[in-house]
Each structure stands twice: as structure tokens, then as C-alpha cells.
């Protein structure tokens, strides 16, 4: 794994999958370290559901060439999906939907003075043509990301869909993602 710098002098992890079988499929961005512990929810259940996944730090705001550059590329690097979770004004989902024709999930996330509703906002009032699926706030969010990630990824992959639906046997029988 390379390390590059992330937001606030903080580093990122480029190219880390949870998996190392296969070339992740799913690209998690946050827009800043802070909220890698949410993040990391998202990872597990994608790791519970044997989906690979790598995960950046990009700001859109403080690094707006390189979050348009990952979305661009995200394609033709073999990603089906991006995740994107953000906080206060959660530009992060919109500007990646702007730059990329791949599902982009959009996970808002809570903090500052309106305690994320900011954040939700932000992330549902796309513009036409620019849409971003709009999860829950926080870890419930970043939990559902993967569900969702791996029911659109299981419309081309009877492996995935046969693991989400033992995943769905499980919550039926009172388990928890």
C-alpha cells in the first residue's frame, strides 16, 4: 500500500483491499480521517459479504483535481461502486457522482452545529441527472452502503447475491450486520 498525504496532513490508504483475492470493486471515499471510524463499519460488513474495497481520503473541497480524478478513473480501475461520506456541507457524494457514471452512495455524516442534518440534506438535494443514493446518518449508513453496494454488485454475480441472502437469513433470525 502507498501512502500519500490526505486531508489536514493526515495519510491515506491507496489501493487497500479488504480482501486480498481480488481487485476491489467497491472504492470508499471520506472527506477527511476523522471519519474513518465509520468507515470502517462499512468495510466489515463489505468483508462479511467477501467484497473487496479500498479506501481514500479525498476532500472536495481541499482536494477538488484529485477527488474529480478518482471518479473519473474509478471505471476503468475495475471499481462497480463508490461510497462517499462526508459531513457538514457532504459535498464529497455529488462531486463524485458529477465526475463518474458508477453508483455513487451517499453516507452523511453527523457533526457541527446541525448535528447532520446539514450533511443529509446536502447529500439527498442532488440536481436531476446527478444522482447520489442517499443512505442514513453514520454507522447505520455506512452498514446499509455495503448492503446496497453488494445488492447492486449481485445483479451481475449469483456468489454475491447467494451471500447477501444468507445475510438476510441471518437478520431475519435476529441477527445484526
Known amino acids: 500500500m502507498e501512502e500519500v ?23 470508499i471515499l471520506c472527506g477527511s480521517s476523522s471519519d474513518l471510524p465509520v468507515v470502517q463499519e462499512c468495510e466489515r460488513v463489505l468483508h462479511k459479504l467477501g467484497l473487496s474495497c479500498e479506501t481514500n481520503v479525498l476532500s472536495a473541497h481541499r482536494q477538488p483535481e484529485a477527488t474529480a480524478a478518482y471518479a473519473r478513473e ?7 461502486v463508490l461510497v462517499c461520506m ?10 463524485v457522482a458529477a465526475q463518474t457514471t458508477l453508483p455513487v452512495l451517499g453516507v452523511p455524516l453527523s457533526g457541527g452545529a446541525m448535528g447532520g442534518m446539514d450533511a443529509l440534506l446536502s447529500v439527498a438535494m442532488m440536481p436531476g441527472g ?7 446518518l453514520d454507522k447505520h449508513g455506512a452498514r446499509n452502503a455495503a448492503v446496497l453496494a453488494a445488492s447492486i454488485l449481485s445483479l451481475s454475480d ?5 451471500r447477501l441472502a444468507e445475510l438476510k437469513r441471518e437478520l431475519a433470525a435476529g441477527g445484526a450486520v
Open 5 to 27: 498525504p490526505g486531508d489536514a496532513g493526515g495519510k491515506q490508504e491507496r489501493g487497500s483491499s479488504v480482501t486480498d483475492a481480488s481487485a476491489p470493486l467497491v472504492g
Open 74 to 80: 474509478a471505471r476503468g480501475r475495475g471499481l462497480k
Open 86 to 95: 462526508a459531513g457538514l456541507a457532504a459535498h464529497l457524494p455529488g462531486v
Open 130 to 136: 446527478v444522482p447520489v443514493g442517499c443512505l442514513a
Open 158 to 162: 449469483e456468489a454475491v447475491a447467494a
